[in-house]
């Protein structure tokens, strides 16, 4: 599991919370890390470390586009809004591990099953298509776990996720009856680079 070492500041405002702390990594030293909540549920991490740097954004997973699946999480690579094509290699913040720019999704990853293996398992693709290295795959995965371990051990994530869950179905049924959605539109702001 991930501790954090030390809370840098905290910001809020009524549709995010943006934390900034250092995230320890085994094997190598810790990485700045930069973490906006938002009021739907997506969490992302900015982060900036040795020979890293980049962001994550995780969402709940959803069954049906109605309910979000307690044990799954969406992690995509770079920084992402709801309508983002996850195969962009354009959007903002791709990791840059080893100066290997990555990108991709997770669609459905059990964060549970993932901390508990010996070894990630995920070998991720850069820009291009072109295969990563066995070292810059290695050390990004250790990067994913101590973020993974990170969002797990937050405790407003179970909140979330069923806050999530209930206004999603609220909006599909809206939508279904009245042809507009009532979700309230959040305010998008971007962060200092860390």
């Keep these: ?26 094997g190598r030293r810790p990485i700045g890390l930069r973490e906006r909540t938002s009021a739907d549920g997506t969490v992302t991490y900015r982060f900036t470390g040795p020979r890293a740097i980049g962001a994550l954004t995780i969402t709940p997973t959803y069954a049906d586009d109605l309910e979000a699946v307690p044990t799954r999480i969406r992690l995509r690579l770079g920084i992402h809004g709801p309508a983002t094509d996850y195969r962009s290699e354009t959007h903002d913040e791709l990791p840059t591990i080893n100066t290997v720019t990555l990108h ?61 869950a209930i206004r999603h179905a609220a909006a599909a049924y809206t939508i279904s009856t009245t042809g507009t959605s009532s979700l309230p539109a959040t305010r998008s702001t971007r962060c200092a680079p860390s």
């Design 104 to 164: 991709g999704e997770i669609p459905a990853l059990d964060p549970g099953e993932y901390l508990t293996r010996a070894r990630p398992g995920l070998h991720f693709a850069r820009t291009g298509r072109r295969e990563v290295s066995d070292r810059t795959n290695d050390y990004f995965c250790r990067i994913l776990t101590a973020i993974i371990g990170s969002y797990v051990a937050r405790p407003q994530t179970e909140h979330e996720r069923r806050t999530t």
């Design 1 to 26: 599991m991930t501790t954090t070492v030390r809370t840098i500041t905290t910001a809020t405002t009524l549709d995010h919370v943006t934390v900034c702390r250092q995230l320890p990594i085994p």
